[in-house]
Structure formats: C-alpha cells, structure tokens
C-alpha cells in the first residue's frame, strides 16, 4: 500500500527536522521529534500535530495543499527555549527543498508561530506550515 501525500508530507517534515543542526542544537543530538510524543517525554521535544489536506487541482497535476502543525513542549528553559525551538524548526522547513517519496513540493512555508504557558511548568510553542505537493 503506498503512502498518501499527508502522510508522505509528514514523514519528510519529520526527517528533516531530525538532521537539521538547528534543531539538534535545541531538542538535543538526536533530536526529540516525534509523530507521537512517548508517555514519559524527555523536555525540551517537538511533536507533529494537526494536519490537513484538500484538493488543488489544476488542469496538469493532482495537487494537494496540506497545512500541517509542530509542537514544541518546554520544561525548564521556559519561553526562550521555545521561541529557539520554534526558530530553529522555522529554519528547517521555511522554503526547503524537501524530497518527498511519489511527489513533487512546490512550496513549504512557515505561515504561523506562537509560544504559550501551557501550565506552571510547561511552555507551548507552535508553529504552523503550508504546503502544496503535486504527484510526480
């Protein structure tokens, strides 16, 4: 069964935040992204989130415009080690050429990022991307 582009979008998302130095340097070597967090996360860990997809048809390809969310926890380095996470992870995707199995991207943007106090202990980070694939 072949993968889906949401999923095929994802798995190259995940894979180049897990080589990128900036990230390393943030959520440690290697670096704690996860497609689902463990039960018991080591702080601080990025995580993908929400997606979507819908169709964007044009009359040559078959293309698909995902959004598509990372999360970024933070126990003890608080707000700026978030808003350094969320750099850096902006940093790996923003405009990158990624290669994604069966597709083409024609654009991936960071479009939205926002850090937050989840509780007393925990710092939210969250940063939202947009991209266009079409087959190849």
Known sequence: MST????ALAEAVRA?????????????????????????????????GEASAAPRDSASAQAVE??????VYTRYGGRPEALD????????????????????????FAVFADV?????RTTHGVVRL?????PL
């Not at 750099?87 to 990158?96: E, G, K, N, W, Y």
């Not at 937050?116 to 007393?120: A, P, Q, V």
């Open 66 to 71: 995902h959004a598509l969310t990372v999360h």
């Open 16 to 48: 180049a935040l897990i080589i990128a130095p900036g990230v390393m340097a943030v959520l440690g070597d290697p670096p704690r992204v996860y497609d689902e967090a463990p039960p018991e996360p080591i702080y601080p860990y990025a995580a993908l």
């Open 116 to 120: 937050f106090r989840l509780n007393e």
């Open 85 to 108: 996470a969320i750099a850096a992870i902006r940093a790996a995707l923003h405009d990158q050429p990624l290669t994604i199995p069966g597709r083409k991207l024609v654009y991936l």
């Open 130 to 134: 947009k991209a266009l694939t079409e």
């Open 4 to 7: 889906g582009p949401e999923q």
